[in-house]
């Protein structure tokens, strides 16, 4: 006989197990997809899967298969000025900026990888005023991002010592992440940076200097900073450095790789030795130090690479998952390197692009005058008439242009975010009358809108030469001789069809569509764009 | 009567199972997506059937030395090792290099195909090392992206050490000299023509793409006031050690007094020939042929001339010099720390003298002189405290009050008396 039964229920004594139950399988269903799904920081904070995809498709993926680290080491350096990509060529074409970079190290915190971030320097590669300004920018920049250590590049202490002082000297309760072993400014005893810095990052030590190679140090003619060399100055800090008890110690070797790895060699206490030079880009994996242990970091240039190192635990861990060899430190620790482009990726850091906003307002607010650029005579010695001027006779070549990109350069800064129409760097290629790659006005070039609105945008005069006095006379308002005349003509002449006008014109056109900002620029790819009759009315 | 279960065993068995659930869920959810290079679940759960099997003898060539602008090609081998069909598809690469022979995509099994990169060396640019490298996408599921690397050292016809002359914080009066090396690489050392400084700056030439008035140009500027060049052959000692360096000539810059303050920028300029380089193209020796004036190299000189007393420090705002304090409340005072550097033949007259502070409350005291490196440069540091108690004040430079200051007897000749702004407000 089939006896209906209640439904069972847990009673008081069972109920509690249930809810045990409920709870724990909760918990671990969740921790479970965590375990199995815990996301790499291998893109910015709010990175689409798709723009994800495809960058990794185009500059590679990174950290492929990599457990989580007990700490990593993210290096930067060599910037050389290069603050963010231009976009001249399209952002999403080009690597590198501070704000990629500061999305860089944010993804590793938000992943929980335990983080020390480390820069080799030269953050400009000018002298005057306006590296002045990026110099102040990019180092509290550095700090905004929480860099633990900071080293000097040549172009950074070429700048006057005041202004390398209140750019790094710590403030307040804040301690300045500049270090350098053989460097002092104002004197190595003055207490401005310390020598070494030691930080901890996963329940490691770590030991960080940096020293300027004695060949660089050379190439500087500053009587405000006090210099040893790199050797004696790492001999005299190293007991300190051993004494710390490091479980790691890190060299920033401004200087070539081959005296980079002469200082490894002299000592070996270092286990990560970043150095400058190098190719343009960082190695795929970078080579061991000595006896197949530690590691000689290149960075590339203009910032457009960072590299990490991570150092684990249990080497068998990260040798089954991740898809290259795993390096050893001196003590035997496991490491793993990962090249890092710098691309569209990481998307753009707020607090950055703010950063580079107030920067250009800067530029704004110290104006050309302020920014004391120097002005030199156009080597033909002539002045601009603006590209206006061109119109009544070349009507058929003013109409090409008239349509061109050319003709609308400089409002590409000014719709810019942020805008970039008050910065030299920028402005030498988008108006008349400037030296494209010194960043700085010819004589009678664009000042302003406001002053030279006629020599605003990439004009005809930047190709053909300054033609106020040929304007002049053929408007009537100079009586010149037909010779005279002719001449004047002629020096504005440029033909493409000899050689010796083709060499000049595509000259020219590199001047400002060079490898930064116009990599794959080809002149007979471009020419078609822009070209235009050579007859006048 | 029947017991209910043990608590720690349903929380044992939960753990587990919701743990194997979870790791199934995220594991089933990754297989689904569309392929995520480099996740390293797509590694462990491999197809079981045939694969294709990518082999590539090498990933990394070094074309070791090249002329600027000469271009230089290398092929990479594919070799399909696996059962099944090999799918190329080109990534990124350099900028400037560019990956062709990739026309068959499809590599089947036991075939080989090559892939070649293409690199121009520095095109318009200097000479230096390069590295270079171009993005490979497979279906190989080990090998999902491969990326090849050129690399090597390409060589201008000149390549300057460094690529300018800076002279940071001179005096007026300060007689100094700075060097540059320019190496070449010619068939022979260079003889050198001309040298100077100019007194207005161009670009600096690009050495292959130089212009053939491009001398007789630079002639038409005048000499810089401000300094003097000399030229002498390089020692072979510091050449040889160059890969492809064939001569080179040591540069001297020397200021000649009096400077202005402020930044000079000028042009040192070399001319030079190379001997039976005129029209040569031959290898080892440069792709363009020699200019009819010769060579001309040029490096920027640039130097920033101040006074011979200067402020330092992070509160020290150059822009404006002034001291920046800010708001700070009475409660908790402050203290920062400036340093006054004299330079030039009276830095050892300079016994700076508090005679006046803005607000009074400030104290400020002088710490002992000290040389800097070979004691050109002599440094005074300044501890400025402002104490709790201070009473309140606005010395913010606005409407409401005038900057503060701090005023100093210094003991130099020419600059017997500095006040340094201060810009600050105590507030309660």
């Not at chain 1, 060599?78 to 500061?102: F, M, T, W």
């Not at chain 1, 635990?313 to 991740?322: G, H, K, L």
């Not at chain 1, 030279?452 to 100079?478: F, K, M, R, Y």
């Not at chain 2, 007789?216 to 810089?224: K, Q």
């Given at each position: ?537 | ?317 150059s822009s404006r010099d002034f001291v920046r304090v800010g708001s700070i409340s009475s409660a908790t005072g402050t203290q920062f720390k400036l340093f006054l550097t004299a330079k030039g033949e009276h830095r050892d007259a300079v016994k700076p003298v508090v005679i006046e502070t803005v607000p009074a409350s400030m104290k400020v005291e002088i710490g002992e002189p000290s040389q800097i490196g070979d004691g050109v440069v002599k440094r005074i540091p300044i501890s400025i405290t402002i104490p709790a108690g201070s009473p309140a004040c606005n010395h913010l430079g606005s409407q409401l009050g005038g900057l503060g200051r701090i005023v100093l007897e210094t003991g130099h000749p020419d600059v017997p008396k500095l006040t340094i702004p201060v810009r600050v407000a105590v507030g309660p």
């Amino acid at each position: 006989m089939l006896k209906m039964m209640p439904p069972k229920t847990f009673g008081m004594r069972q109920r509690p197990a249930g809810l045990l139950l409920a709870c724990i399988l909760s918990w671990a269903v969740f921790n479970g997809m965590n375990a199995a799904a815990e996301a790499l920081p291998d893109r910015g904070p709010d990175t689409s899967d798709s723009v994800a995809q495809a960058f990794q498709q185009k500059n590679g993926s990174i950290f492929v298969g990599w457990p989580k680290p007990q700490a990593v080491v993210i290096l930067t350096g060599e910037l050389n000025g290069y603050v963010e990509p231009c976009g001249c060529a399209g952002k999403e074409n080009q690597k590198g900026g501070l704000s990629r970079r500061q999305n860089l190290l944010r993804a590793i915190t938000n992943a929980g990888w335990p983080l020390v971030s480390v820069d080799l320097g030269n953050q400009v590669r000018r002298f005057g005023r306006q590296a002045e300004v990026k110099f102040q920018s990019v180092a509290d920049g550095l700090r905004d991002m929480g860099y633990s250590a900071v080293g000097f590049g040549p172009d950074d202490l070429r700048l006057p010592a005041e202004e390398l002082i209140a750019a790094v000297a710590a403030v307040g309760d804040r301690e300045t992440p500049f270090v350098s072993a053989n460097v002092g400014l104002l004197g190595l005893d003055a207490g401005i940076t310390p020598r070494f810095q030691i930080v901890e990052a996963g329940g490691l030590t770590l030991g960080i200097t940096s020293v300027l190679g004695d060949q660089e140090a050379k190439t500087i003619r500053n009587d405000s900073l006090e210099m040893v060399s790199a050797a004696e100055a790492l001999a005299d800090i190293a007991p300190q450095m051993t004494a710390a008890n490091c479980d790691h110690q890190i060299l920033l070797a401004f200087t070539s790789p081959a005296e980079s790895r002469r200082l490894a060699e002299a000592f070996p206490q270092f286990d990560i030795v970043v150095t400058a030079g190098g190719g343009d880009e960082p190695p795929m994996i970078p080579p061991s130090l000595t006896d197949e242990t530690g590691v000689l970091v290149e960075l590339g240039h203009k910032g457009m690479y960072a590299v990490a190192v991570a150092f684990f635990t249990d080497a068998e861990a990260a040798a089954s998952s991740a898809l290259q060899p795993v390096q050893k430190s001196s003590s035997g620790r496991p490491f793993l390197t990962q090249r890092i482009p710098l691309d569209a990726r990481w998307g753009e850091s707020d607090e950055m692009i703010q950063l580079l906003a107030n920067y250009q307002l800067q530029l704004e607010t110290l104006g050309l005058k302020g920014l004391r650029l120097g002005t030199s005579r156009h080597p033909s010695g002539r002045t601009f008439a603006g590209s206006e001027s061109c119109a009544d006779c070349h009507s058929a070549a003013y109409d090409v242009w008239k349509d061109s990109a050319h003709a609308s350069a400089l409002v590409t800064l000014e719709e810019a975010v942020p805008n970039r129409d008050h910065d030299p760097e920028c402005l030498s290629c988008h108006v008349v009358g400037w030296v494209p790659q010194k960043f700085e006005p010819y004589e009678g070039g664009f000042l302003s809108r406001a002053e030279t609105p006629h020599l605003a945008h990439q004009g005809c005069e930047n190709c053909h030469g300054p033609a106020a006095a040929h304007a002049a006379v053929e408007a009537g308002d100079v009586i010149a001789s037909e010779i005279e005349q002719d001449r004047l003509r002629s020096e504005l002449t440029l033909d493409i069809a000899t050689p010796e006008g083709r060499k000049r014109a595509v000259n020219n056109c590199l001047e400002c569509h060079d490898l930064d900002n116009s990599p794959s620029f080809d002149f007979d790819e471009y020419w078609p764009a822009v070209a235009h009759p050579s007859e006048s009315r | 009567m029947r017991r209910g279960p043990n608590a720690w065993i349903v929380a044992g068995l939960a753990a587990v199972v919701g743990t194997t659930i979870g790791g199934a869920t995220a594991v089933s959810e990754l297989l689904l997506r569309p392929l995520q290079i480099g996740e390293v679940a797509i590694v462990s759960a491999l197809p079981s059937g045939p694969v294709p099997r990518l082999v590539t003898p090498e990933v990394t060539f070094d074309f070791g030395r090249m002329t600027v602008g000469q271009k230089g090609t290398h092929e990479f081998a594919f070799t399909n090792e696996g059962e099944t069909d090999l799918e190329l598809t080109k990534g990124a690469t350099s900028c400037t290099c560019t990956i062709s022979g990739l026309e068959q995509n499809t590599i089947p099994p036991g075939e080989t195909a090559n892939v070649k990169l293409e690199w121009k060396a520095n095109p318009g640019g200097p000479g230096g090392d390069f590295r270079q490298t171009a993005l490979i996408i497979t279906n190989d599921p080990l090998r999902p992206e491969v990326t090849l690397t050129i690399q090597g050292k390409a060589f201008a016809m000149w390549d300057p050490f460094p690529s300018g002359i800076v002279f940071s914080d001179l005096q007026p009066d300060s007689v100094v000299s700075a060097t540059a090396k320019v190496i070449t690489h010619g068939v022979a050392p260079p003889v050198v023509k001309v040298v100077r400084v100019s007194q207005e700056s161009n670009v600096i030439t690009n050495p292959v793409d130089q212009d053939d008035d491009e001398v007789a140009r630079a002639a038409e500027v005048a000499d810089s006031p401000y300094f003097t060049a000399t030229s002498e052959p390089l020692d072979p000692s510091v050449y040889e050690a160059i890969p492809g360096a064939t001569g080179g000539m040591l540069l001297t810059v020397t200021t000649v007094p009096p400077l202005p303050i402020g930044d000079i920028s000028n042009q040192l300029e070399a001319v030079f020939t190379i001997p039976d380089m005129r029209g040569d193209a031959s290898e080892g020796g440069t792709a363009t042929p020699e200019p009819p004036g010769g060579w001309i190299a040029k490096l920027a000189v640039q130097a920033n001339v101040v006074g011979p007393l200067g402020v330092a420090g992070a509160n020290w705002d150059s822009s404006r010099d002034f001291v920046r304090v800010g708001s700070i409340s009475s409660a908790t005072g402050t203290q920062f720390k400036l340093f006054l550097t004299a330079k030039g033949e009276h830095r050892d007259a300079v016994k700076p003298v508090v005679i006046e502070t803005v607000p009074a409350s400030m104290k400020v005291e002088i710490g002992e002189p000290s040389q800097i490196g070979d004691g050109v440069v002599k440094r005074i540091p300044i501890s400025i405290t402002i104490p709790a108690g201070s009473p309140a004040c606005n010395h913010l430079g606005s409407q409401l009050g005038g900057l503060g200051r701090i005023v100093l007897e210094t003991g130099h000749p020419d600059v017997p008396k500095l006040t340094i702004p201060v810009r600050v407000a105590v507030g309660p």
